[in-house]
């Protein structure tokens, strides 16, 4: 279950940090889809079968998670919880991507 799933958990997190945020216009959306791609690939790739399956969706997941966080060093913002949380989830993205290959 996608509650029990701290990936998941984190990645709404950072979701809902990113909402808040005061962006530029033109990157406000933007962050939205990279932030909301991040749980969306996380939930997706946690109901596929196969490991590579799993690993491709949770790669895209890490680089939504960095596109992310590029967005958030662009516009100087300094959130101390935002960035824990991005560097939590890096660290799990990585590693549960690396045991499925």
Same mark, same amino acid.
């Given at each position: 279950? &996608? #509650? +029990?799933? !701290?990936?998941?958990?984190? %990645?709404?997190?950072?979701?809902?940090?990113?909402?808040?945020?005061?962006?530029?216009?033109? &990157? #406000? +959306?933007? !962050?939205?889809?990279?932030? %909301?791609?991040?749980?969306?690939?996380i939930?997706?790739?946690?109901g596929?079968?196969?490991?590579?399956?799993q690993?491709?969706?949770?790669?895209?997941?890490?680089?939504?998670?960095?596109?992310?966080?590029?967005?958030?060093?662009?516009?100087?913002?300094?959130?101390?919880?935002?960035?824990?949380?991005?560097?939590?989830?890096?660290?799990?993205?990585?590693?549960?991507?690396?045991?499925?290959?």
């Amino acid at each position: 279950m &996608l #509650k +029990d799933f !701290l990936a998941f958990q984190i %990645s709404k997190e950072i979701y809902h940090s990113c909402k808040k945020l005061k962006v530029a216009p033109h &990157l #406000k +959306d933007q !962050l939205l889809r990279a932030s %909301s791609s991040i749980a969306l690939n996380i939930a997706e790739g946690s109901g596929k079968r196969t490991s590579k399956d799993q690993a491709r969706f949770y790669s895209i997941a890490f680089g939504s998670l960095r596109e992310t966080q590029a967005i958030v060093e662009l516009e100087n913002i300094v959130d101390l919880y935002l960035n824990q949380k991005i560097n939590h989830l890096s660290g799990i993205l990585f590693n549960i991507s690396q045991k499925r290959k």
